[in-house]
Structures are given as C-alpha cells and as structure tokens.
C-alpha cells in the first residue's frame, strides 16, 4: 500500500491490501504476466478510479531471450536462426530483415528468381500472421468461431509454405545470397491453387465478425489511437494506417520486388483510429497480401530457369563498417543495424521491432478509457510479446 497526498493507493493481486484513509482509493491492478488476453507474457500494470483507468505502465521483459548479444557469438549463417524467432508469427520475414542487411554490408547482387520467390513467401507469411489475429481478436471478445476459421484458412497457407522450406513455424529458407533450395516440382501451381482458396472464404471474417453487431458496439470508437501519438512512439504497420498514418515500406521504399507491383500493391488506411478499423485494416491488408502473391506467381512462371543463391565461400566475413536494413513487417517496421568488424560474426546487431514500440503507446492511449474496454483495445494491437523483448 503506498500513500500519496490526498490518496491511497491499494494494489490488487500481489496477496492484496487494506486501503487506508484518504480523501479517496484508487486501485492498482495487475494484468498478467500470465494472462489470457495476451499474445505471450505481458504485464500491464493499470491504476483505476473506479471503472476508469487513470494510469497504464506496459512492464515487458518476461521473455528475454538475449537476441541481440546471441547475434555476436553467431555466423551470419547462424544469426538466422535467431533472427526468425522473435515474432513467431512472421519467421520468413524475420530471416528476411537479416539477410538484406548482411547483403547490403556485401554489396551482393541476389538472382532475381529469388527476389521475387522471396517477395511471394514474405507476402504468404503476411496472410499467415493476419489470419491469427483476425481469428484471435474476436476470440478475445468472446467469439469462438471465427479462430476455426481463420486456423483452416492458415492450414492451406502453411503446407505450400512447408512443402518448399520444410519448416511449419520457423523457415530457415533464406540465405545470404537467396534462398535455401530450388522449389520443388509443381509447387507454383499448388500455391496458386491455396492462395485462390483462401481467398474465396475469406469473406467469413465480413460476414461473421464484421457483420456482428456484438463485435461492433465492443470495438467501434473504443480505443482511439491518434496520429500525432502514432508519431511520437514510432508506431507502424496496420496499428498506424487504421490512424491515418499512410506509410508503407514496400511503396514509399521498395525493396525486392515491390517496385514492380506498384499497380497490385494497395496501401489500406482508415482515419477513425479505433478497435475496429485496426481490425478492418489487417483484413483488408490480407486480402491485399493474396493478390500480391498472384502477382509474385505470375512473373515467377514468366521469368526462365536461373539459379536460386550466389555461391559463397566457406568462410563469410563481412566487409568493415556499418549498415541499416528495413522491411515492412506484418505487424510494422523491422529495422536491423548491422556492425561488422570484417570478421565472421556482426560485431553489433541492433533490432528494431515492430511490437515493441506499438505497445509503448497503450500508456497514452488507456488513460481516460473503461477497464472493460482494456482487452478489447489491448487485442486490437496485434502484437507478439517475443517481438517486444526480443
């Protein structure tokens, strides 16, 4: 129990405390760190005036797994094991960060099979992240059957994604240099007839969580994250574009083959802010995902037989100095700045995830909101704790 002027504060779930006099009580509730509503381990640690929260402290850390410090006593073959683990959910485009950074460190050209190969499988691993939060979110909220859904749709997705890398969750298809195999015989014919099933059902997730008014009177106007805050705390991805905020790496800075989607690529935003257009943001970014994926299918049956990697030498050292790579996430902005001292190992791998900064802004965007509200706003951000402690 810690006192301040004129107010008491009791603290509920550490063994629980007597509030002692004051003009007048505000509790102090812990969310987590092992709590059902999150994706992982967080704690939150809420101050409420009644039904109201007056103070939200996002406290993270529970998963840490030393990353970063991992990436200095590893080969830059070996970093990529760490590097698609973070964000459990998005493991390809994880390995993809890496991977350009270290090309750009060696100035290495790519063939361009595998730039677009990869464009394909990375626009896949969007879909894939999407499709757990589009069926998570209302599971959250207290609808269980579009998760069923969503796990049937992810189910199609992730046997062309094995079939080709042999990994369900964690990859391990790129390579410095490109990617790890050629692709097996018919597999583009097998992806295109996934990516076209997929995309026929999922006007489910209209129909059922959309069309829901139950799902709309828990998520509309409730939550609303404001542009300027977008900008203070650095959030990116659908969490940003439901505010307004229209960036998107793959158009306002193309890397692999982005630049030549330009007429598929569709950057989806909404100005209201709230529970609900996040939510309307990731679907239609989805469906958006499966088109590019079409696209990455047609110029892959186009272009002719090529290799699929550079050849490296036994050894890989990178080239003294320093660089920065970005991706465009499915959950925001990866950044990765990459130190090398020309040896074997990065001297310095600094990772810039997308989950840890959307989440720092929940302490300016609880406030003032309804402590029944808070698993609807905190469902709303879409993140993956072990992107947060990395």
Known sequence: ??????????????????????????????IGPQ??????????????????????????GYMHRGAEKLFEARDYRQIIVLANRHDWLSAFANELGVVLAVERML?????????????????????????????????ELGGITPIFYAFTEREDLQQVMEEVSGGRMHYMFNRVGGLKDELPAGWTDRARQA??????????????????????????????????TVHAYGVSGPIARASGVDFDLRRDEPYLAYGELGD??????????DCLARFEVLLDQAKNALDLADACLDRLTALPPGPINQRLPKVLKAPEGATYAWTENPLGINGYYLV????????????RSA???????????LPGTLVSDMVAILGSFFFVVGDVDK
Not at 35 to 45: I, K, M, N, S
Not at 355 to 365: C, H, M
């Open 1 to 30: 129990m810690a006192e301040t002027t004129g107010t008491t504060h009791t603290t509920v779930g550490i063994g629980g405390g007597a509030a002692g006099t004051g003009e007048s009580t505000d509790m102090v509730l812990n």
């Open 35 to 60: 709590h059902p509503a999150t994706h992982g381990v967080l704690r939150l640690r809420l101050t409420l005036d009644g039904e109201l929260i007056s103070h939200a402290e996002p406290v993270v």
């Open 107 to 139: 100035g290495m050209e790519v063939p361009e099979r595998a730039v677009w190969l990869r464009t394909l499988l990375a626009e896949l691993n969007r879909v894939l992240n999407h499709l757990m939060f589009l069926g998570s979110y209302p599971l």
């Open 195 to 228: 990516v076209t099933a997929v995309r026929g059902r999922m006007t489910r997730f209209d129909d059922l969580v959309l069309g829901n008014e139950v799902f709309r009177a828990r998520t509309r106007g409730v939550g609303v994250l404001s542009p300027g």
């Open 264 to 273: 598929v690529l569709r950057v989806v935003t909404r100005d209201a802010g």
């Open 340 to 351: 090398s001292k020309g040896e074997k190992t990065p001297y310095r791998m600094k990772l």
């Open 355 to 365: 989950s840890f900064n959307n989440i720092q802004a929940l302490s300016e965007l």
